[in-house]
């Protein structure tokens, strides 16, 4: 897969530090920004129970987030992802945006955690 890699360790943006924005020859028609934000997960379980937990994103775009949890998700299922545009951990103070997607891939990772894909329907900033 060839990468075009754009660092954007600029000071200035502080929400951005560390991140890298890179473009694949891939399918996907927007940037994605590999990051380690913090997020809020909120949905509804296989038995139907409203679930809240944390999850950490691995990846940003305009379309869509991969992010790391600690619950199975199933595929299809509708979720609202509140990221925490800050590199330390939950800070009410930090830019956030609010997202509605589906779930459209799980990956079980080999230390037990559940990579999970959302595309968005809805998303504002806060």
Known sequence: ????????????????????????TDRRLKPRIDCDYPAIIEGYGINGRKFNDNAKLTNLSASGLF????????NG????VMIVLSSSEIDLDAPKIAT??????????????CGVAIKFYQYRFH
């Open 1 to 24: 897969m060839k990468m075009n890699e754009i660092n954007t360790t600029n000071d200035e943006d502080e929400g951005m530090r560390g991140c890298n924005m890179y473009m694949t």
């Open 100 to 113: 509605n997607g589906i779930v459209v891939r799980t990956e079980p990772q080999s230390n037990g955690m």
């Open 67 to 74: 992010m790391l949890t600690n619950r199975f998700i199933e």
């Open 77 to 80: 299922s509708k979720l609202s």
